[in-house]
C-alpha cells in the first residue's frame, strides 16, 4: 500500500469526518437542505472512493452501503428523520472507527460492521417503501391498516388519511403526527412505535424474499446478523424518538483513539508568515555577523557563527515545507488532455519526467494558468489530427512530453510535443505583416529570435480560431506569468519535428542571494539567479563597439549589449563604470555596467510601496546587513527596453550568426604548469587528472608504466619531452590521463592551475613542434601543447598500431576553416590510416570533389564563403556521391543545428575523438578491435620493440 | 473617511513652510528624528527615499514636495510623522507641533479661497486662536504623491 497515498487519505478523511457530524445534524434540523445533504454524500462518496484505490475493503463496505443510503435519499428527495440520522450517525462513527484503526496499526482493524452495514441497506429499503406522494399508489392499495392494532378508531381514520402505511408514518416523523389534527401526542408516540416494529419486521421479511437489496450485506457474509442487534438500538430510539440529538449521538459515539501526529496540516497562512519571520531572521543575523565582525572577541564570533548556521538551517528546513512536487500541477493534465482531445478530435498522450521536482508553492500556483495554456496551445496547434499525422510518418497517438529537474537554483520545465513544429518565416511574416517588425529586422533576425516573437503580445499563429486558443491572447500571457515570477521561457522549434517550451524558474522567491552593487555611490541588489558572470572592463579597450548608437562588448566573440546602470536610473554625477554584470534572460546575455562590485549577501525580498508601482526596473527591496535599504533591480524590467529594441536584437542576432564560428575557437582548457612555465592543452583530450603516487610509477626499462584502472599507462614526463627545468620530484604528482580510443597515456605535470574557457591563438607557421598556439591566461602567455606531436616522438606506436591498414587507402575530405581544429583532427585521421584531403571551406570542397572521389567527407559546419550546411545540400543532389557518407564535426549540439541533423550521417562534436573514430571506422565500413585486449599488447610490445630507443 | 476625521477627538499639529497644518492622531503611530534614506532614483518627486523602521521598510513622503514647496533649509531639525495608511508611510514636515483637542465647532469645509495645491490635500480647516490649521486628508495627500509624478515627469522604464 502506498504509504504517502494512505496518509495523505488518513489525513483528508479525518478532516471531512470531522465535519460530517455537524452536517449530519444541521441535516436533520433542516431535511429539505439539499446543499447540505450533497456535502454529506461527497464526503462519503470521497471516502469509498479512495478506499476502492487503498485496498481497504472493510471500510468500503460501510461506506458504500453509508453512500447508497445517501443516494437514495438525494434521488427521492426523502425528508430524513432523526433515526436516519442517527444510523447515518452511525455509519460515519464506523467509518472513523476503522480510520482510527488504520491509523493506529496501518491496517483495517478486524472489527465486525455488518450489522450497520445491514442496517443502512435496511434503511434504503426503506424509503423505497415510502416513496414520494405522487407515486405512492401502488402501494397504497394493498395496504391495510391492520397494523394499526390497539389504536382508537378515530385516530386510525386520521391516519388512513395522511399516513396509512407505517413506513409512512416513520417518514413524517413524530413532529408532524403530533401536529395532525385530532392527534394526541400520546397516541402519536404509540402509533410510531408500533409503525417501527412492524416496518422492520415488513423489511426483514422483504430482505429474505428480496437478496438483491442486500447486496452489500451478503458481500459482508453475514446475512445471518443478529436480529436482536438491529432490532435493539431501534427499540431504545423508540422510547427517545423525541430526545435530542445530542444524546443520540452520545449513545452511538464509540470512544476514539487520539489521531496520529504523524502528519498535520498547516495554515499556508502560518507557513508565509512563519517564513516572513525567517526572512527577518536572515536579515538580523545578517546585521549581527556584521556588527561582531567590526568588534566582535573570539567568544561572541562562535556564538553568531553558530546562530548564522542554525538560521540557515532553519531557513532552509522551512523553504521544504512550502514545497511542493510539481505533480501536483501536472495531475490535472490527463484529465485536460482528455477533455481537449475528445473536441478536437486527436489522440494524445502524456509522458512525465521528474514529477516528484519540488517548487515553492507560490510559483507553482503561479504556473498553474501558464501550464494549462501552454499545453493546450500544443494540443490544439502543436499536435496534428491523426490522419495529418499518419501521412507524415508519424504515429497516429501525438505525445506531450513534460520534464522538470533542478538545475542550479532553477527549475527547468520543459514541455515538448512531437507535432508539426512552428515555421520560423511563418511567425517572421506574421510579425512582419503585423507591424511588430520590419522587414528588413525581419530578414537579419536568426530563426530561434524570431520564434519568440510568438510571445509578443497579439501575435498568434494560426489563422483559425478554435475554442480552445488562438484568440490573440496567449504566449504573451504565459510569458508575463512566468516573469512574473521571476522565470524566463524559451521556444524552440522544428518544422515538422515538434515543439519545445523551455520554461526556468527559480526555486524560491522569498529569500535570495544577491549581487550588491554600486552605482554613482547607491547600492542596488542584483540577484544571482540572472547573473552570469561578472567582468572588469576596461573603457578604452578596443572590445567596445558602438551599433546603432548602442554600445556593445565584445564578449569571447559574442556582442554584448550593454546597459548602463546609471543611465537607465538617470543618476547624477556619474562615476566611472568598472564592471560589467553579464545577466541571463532566457538565452540571451545582457551587461549591465555598474561602478563597483561590492559582494554577494542574502536578502530577502520585501515588496516595495505602491509609489514605485509603474517602476519596471524594481523587483523589491529588502534591508542589507548594515541596516541600509538596497532596492532590488528586476532584469527583466531592465532590459525590457533593451530587449524590445529591435534593431538591436537584429544586431545581436546576426552577430551571433556571424560569430558563432569565432567563438568555436573558445575552448576550455587546462592550464598547468611544468617548471616555471604554463602551458595548457583542450580539456577534451583530458581523460582525468589524477594525483599519482610518485612511488607508483614504476621504471620498466628506461621507460616509466604506471598501473592505471587495470591499464598499464605509459607515463610521459612532459618536462623532459619539452627539455625544460622540472621541480623535484614530489610525494604526489599531478598527472592528466590522456585517453584515445580506450587507450591511456599518463602525463606527468608539476602543477596543475586551473581550467578556463579561452579562446586560442593559433600559430599559423609552425616553428615549435610540440606547440599550436597560444592563449593569454591570467595575464600570462601560455603555450597549447599539440599533445599529438608529443605522442608522436615518444610513443610513436600508440596512434598506429590500432589503424588496421587496408589494401586500398581510404580518402577522407576534410572540410575545417579552423587551423587548430586541423591540426588536430588530421593526425587522427592519419591514425586511420587514411590518406587526407582538407580544405578550407565549402567552395574549396567543391573544387576537391570534381577531381578526387573521397571515401568519406568529413566536414565542420560554420565556415565562411559556404558552410557545411550548404556544402552537404550540395553534394546530396550529385548522383556520383550518392554513397558518400558525410559526417558533421562541430562544435554545436545537434540540437542547435540550423538544419535538421538527418542531413548527416553522423554528428560528432569537435574534439570527441572517441566518437568520431568510431563514427569514421563504422562509415568506412571497419570493425572496432577488442581496445582493451589490443591495448596491454601495445603497450607490451613497445616495452619489447623500442625498449631504449626514445630518449 | 469624513465622520471619521471629524469625529476624532485628537489632532497632531505640525508646521510646514510657516502653515500648521493638523493629522487625526489615529492615523499615526509615532514621530521620528531624520531617518538614513535610501534614495530610490526615478521614484515620485514627492519620495524622499526608503527608511528602515525597525526592520521595516516604509516609504518616505515629503510634506514640502507633495505641495511643490521650496526645499527645507535646515533638513537636520525635521521631523518624520509616521503614518498608517496603507502598507505605511513616513510623512516628513519641517517640526511638529503639540495634540489636541478636535473642536467640531471650530471645523469648516475647505474653503474655496485656499490655493489648490493646499485644496488637494485638505479636509477642512480648524479655526484657532492662532490662527488657521489646515485638517490633512492622509488618503488625498498619499493619492497625490503618487500622481504628482505621473503628471509632471515621464521618466518610465528607461
Redesign the interface.
Known amino acids: 500500500m502506498d504509504e504517502e497515498l494512505l496518509a495523505e487519505f488518513l489525513t483528508e478523511s479525518n478532516e471531512n469526518m470531522a465535519s460530517i457530524e455537524e452536517q449530519l445534524l444541521d441535516l436533520e434540523s433542516d431535511p429539505a437542505n439539499s446543499d447540505r445533504l450533497d456535502g454529506i454524500f461527497r464526503v462519503v462518496h470521497t471516502v469509498k472512493g479512495s478506499c476502492g484505490f487503498l485496498g481497504l475493503s472493510q471500510l468500503e463496505k460501510v461506506a458504500h452501503a453509508g453512500e447508497n443510503l445517501l443516494g437514495k435519499i438525494r434521488s427521492t428527495k426523502f425528508a430524513v428523520d432523526s433515526e436516519m440520522v442517527s444510523l447515518l450517525l452511525e455509519s460515519t462513527d464506523a467509518i472513523k472507527e476503522i480510520i482510527a484503526g488504520i491509523e493506529e496499526h496501518g491496517r483495517e482493524p478486524g472489527l465486525d460492521h455488518s450489522s450497520i452495514c445491514e442496517r443502512l441497506a435496511v434503511a434504503e429499503g426503506r424509503i423505497d417503501g415510502t416513496p414520494a406522494d405522487d407515486e405512492g399508489e401502488v402501494i397504497e392499495e394493498p395496504v391495510s391498516l391492520d397494523w394499526l392494532q390497539g389504536i382508537d378508531e378515530a385516530y386510525v381514520a386520521i391516519l388512513r388519511d395522511n399516513f396509512p402505511s407505517p413506513e409512512k408514518v416513520l417518514a413524517a416523523g413524530f413532529g408532524t403526527l403530533r401536529g395532525l389534527p385530532g392527534m394526541q401526542p400520546a397516541i402519536a408516540l404509540k402509533v410510531l412505535g408500533i409503525a417501527k416494529s412492524v416496518s422492520l419486521d415488513n423489511q426483514k421479511k422483504e430482505l429474505v424474499a428480496n437478496p438483491e437489496v442486500l447486496n452489500e450485506v451478503v458481500e459482508s457474509g453475514l446475512i445471518e446478523a443478529p436480529k436482536e442487534q438491529v432490532l435493539a438500538p431501534v427499540e431504545e430510539k423508540k422510547a427517545e424518538a423525541s430526545i435530542s440529538e445530542s444524546s443520540v449521538k452520545n449513545q452511538v459515539q464509540p470512544a476514539r483513539k487520539a489521531k496520529s501526529e504523524g502528519s498535520i496540516r498547516v495554515d499556508v497562512a502560518l507557513l508565509d508568515e512563519l517564513m516572513n519571520q525567517v526572512g527577518?531572521l536572515v536579515?538580523?543575523r545578517n546585521r549581527l555577523l556584521r556588527l561582531v565582525e567590526q568588534q566582535g572577541g573570539t567568544e561572541l564570533v562562535r556564538t553568531s557563527r553558530n546562530i548564522s548556521q542554525i538560521t540557515s538551517r532553519l531557513q532552509e528546513k522551512l523553504l521544504h515545507t512550502r514545497m511542493q512536487p510539481i505533480s501536483n500541477l501536472w495531475g490535472t493534465v490527463p484529465r485536460l488532455l482528455r477533455d481537449i482531445t475528445k473536441s478536437l478530435g486527436k489522440r494524445i498522450r502524456v509522458e512525465m519526467e521528474g514529477q516528484e521536482t519540488e517548487l515553492d508553492r507560490t510559483i507553482l500556483a503561479a504556473l498553474k494558468d501558464p501550464m494549462t495554456h501552454i499545453i493546450r496551445n500544443s494540443c490544439d496547434h502543436g499536435i496534428e489530427s491523426p490522419d495529418v499525422r499518419l501521412r507524415s510518418g508519424k504515429q497516429e497517438e501525438g505525445a506531450i512530453k513534460l520534464k522538470a529537474r533542478q538545475e542550479s537554483g532553477f527549475i527547468v520545465i520543459d514541455v515538448s510535443d512531437d507535432g508539426g513544429g512552428i515555421d520560423a518565416d511563418n511567425i517572421r511574416n506574421k510579425a512582419v505583416s503585423m507591424g511588430v517588425i520590419t522587414a528588413d529586422q525581419g530578414d537579419l533576425m536568426s530563426d530561434k529570435a524570431a520564434l519568440q516573437l510568438i510571445f509578443h503580445a497579439g501575435l498568434s499563429t494560426v489563422e483559425k480560431v478554435s475554442n480552445l486558443s488562438g484568440r490573440g491572447v496567449g504566449m504573451d500571457v504565459v510569458q508575463s506569468a512566468i516573469e512574473g515570477v521571476g522565470g524566463t521561457v524559451e521556444i524552440e522549434s522544428r518544422p515538422g519535428q515538434g515543439t519545445t517550451l523551455n520554461i526556468r524558474i527559480p526555486l524560491t522567491l522569498a529569500i535570495i542571494p544577491a549581487l550588491i552593487v554600486e552605482s554613482a555611490t547607491?547600492?542596488f541588489a542584483i540577484p544571482q539567479m540572472m547573473v552570469q558572470e561578472l567582468i572588469a572592463i576596461d573603457r578604452e579597450s578596443d572590445a567596445w563597439e558602438e551599433i546603432a548608437g548602442k554600445p556593445f562588448y565584445r564578449l569571447r566573440g559574442r556582442l554584448l549589449p550593454i546597459i548602463a546602470l546609471s543611465e537607465?536610473?538617470?543618476?547624477q554625477g556619474q562615476d566611472e563604470s568598472s564592471s560589467v554584470v553579464v545577466v541571463n534572460i532566457g538565452a540571451r546575455q545582457f551587461g549591465i555596467s555598474v561602478g563597483v562590485i561590492l559582494g554577494a549577501e542574502e536578502i530577502v525580498v520585501?515588496?516595495?510601496?505602491?509609489?514605485?508601482n509603474?517602476?519596471?526596473?524594481?523587483g523589491g527591496?529588502s534591508?542589507l546587513g548594515d541596516?541600509?535599504?538596497?532596492?532590488i533591480l528586476d532584469c527583466l524590467?531592465l532590459t525590457?527596453?533593451l530587449r524590445q529594441e529591435k534593431d538591436v536584437e537584429a544586431v545581436v542576432a546576426n552577430s551571433e550568426a556571424a560569430l558563432s564560428s569565432i567563438s568555436e575557437e573558445s575552448q576550455y582548457i587546462l592550464v598547468f604548469a611544468v617548471g616555471e612555465q604554463w602551458y595548457a592543452i583542450p580539456m577534451a583530450l583530458v581523460e582525468r587528472i589524477e594525483e599519482v603516487e610518485a612511488a607508483a610509477m614504476e621504471k620498466s626499462g628506461r621507460r616509466e608504466v604506471l598501473q592505471y584502472r587495470g591499464d598499464v599507462v605509459r607515463v610521459i614526463r612532459l618536462a623532459s619531452v619539452l627539455e625544460v627545468e622540472s621541480l623535484p620530484e614530489q610525494e604526489l604528482e599531478p598527472c592528466l590521463i590522456i585517453s584515445d580510443q580506450g587507450s591511456r597515456l599518463c602525463i606527468q605535470v608539476d602543477k596543475i592551475i586551473d581550467i578556463v574557457k579561452q579562446k586560442l591563438e593559433i600559430h599559423l607557421e609552425n616553428s615549435e613542434p610540440y606547440f599550436i598556439g597560444t592563449a593569454v591566461v591570467d595575464g600570462r602567455s601560455t603555450e597549447v601543447i599539440d599533445i599529438f606531436e608529443v605522442i608522436k616522438k615518444v610513443a610513436p606506436n600508440w596512434f598506429s598500431s590500432k589503424g588496421d591498414r587496408r589494401q586500398r587507402v581510404q580518402k577522407i575530405l576534410y572540410v575545417e576553416d579552423a587551423v587548430f581544429f586541423r591540426n588536430m583532427v588530421i593526425p587522427l585521421l592519419d591514425g586511420l590510416g587514411c590518406e587526407v584531403i582538407a580544405a578550407r571551406n565549402g567552395i574549396e570542397a567543391k573544387k576537391i570533389l570534381e577531381r578526387e572521389s573521397p571515401d568519406i567527407l568529413l566536414t565542420d559546419l560554420e565556415m565562411p564563403e559556404m558552410d557545411g550546411f550548404a556544402l552537404t545540400q550540395w553534394v546530396r543532389t550529385q548522383p556520383r556521391f550518392e554513397k558518400m557518407p558525410i559526417v558533421a564535426l562541430s562544435s554545436l549540439d545537434e540540437s542547435q543545428y540550423r538544419e535538421p541533423p538527418s542531413l548527416f550521417d553522423a554528428c560528432v562534436k569537435k574534439l570527441d575523438r572517441g566518437v568520431l573514430l568510431k563514427s569514421l571506422t563504422q562509415l568506412l565500413g571497419r570493425k572496432r578491435e577488442d581496445d582493451s585486449v589490443l591495448n596491454a599488447e601495445v603497450i607490451l610490445q613497445e616495452n619489447n620493440e623500442n625498449g631504449g630507443r626514445d630518449e | 473617511m469624513n465622520s471619521k476625521n471629524i469625529s476624532c477627538s485628537r489632532l497632531l499639529t505640525c508646521c510646514v513652510a510657516d502653515q500648521w497644518l493638523a493629522l487625526s492622531v489615529e492615523e499615526l503611530s509615532e514621530v521620528v528624528t531624520p531617518q538614513v534614506k535610501t534614495v530610490i532614483p526615478l521614484a515620485p518627486v514627492a519620495v524622499n527615499g526608503l527608511i528602515n523602521l525597525r526592520g521595516k521598510i516604509l516609504t518616505e513622503l515629503d510634506m514640502r514636495k507633495i505641495l511643490e514647496l521650496p526645499e527645507r533649509e535646515n533638513a537636520l531639525i525635521s521631523r518624520t510623522i509616521i503614518l498608517e495608511a496603507g502598507e505605511g508611510f513616513g510623512l516628513t514636515v519641517d517640526s511638529v507641533g503639540e495634540v489636541i483637542d478636535m473642536d467640531a465647532e471650530a471645523f469648516e469645509r475647505t474653503p474655496d479661497s485656499l490655493g489648490e495645491c493646499w485644496k488637494s490635500v485638505c479636509h477642512g480647516v480648524l479655526k484657532q486662536k492662532k490662527g488657521i490649521l489646515i485638517v490633512l486628508d492622509v488618503e488625498k495627500l498619499i493619492a497625490k504623491s503618487i500622481s504628482a509624478d505621473c503628471t509632471s515627469s515621464v521618466s518610465g522604464v528607461r
Not at chain 1, 568 to 571: A, K, R, S, T
Open positions: 527577518e536579515l538580523s547607491q547600492h537607465v536610473l538617470e543618476q520585501k515588496p516595495l510601496g505602491r509609489h514605485f509603474h517602476l519596471e526596473i524594481y527591496c534591508i541596516g541600509r535599504v538596497v532596492p524590467g525590457k527596453g
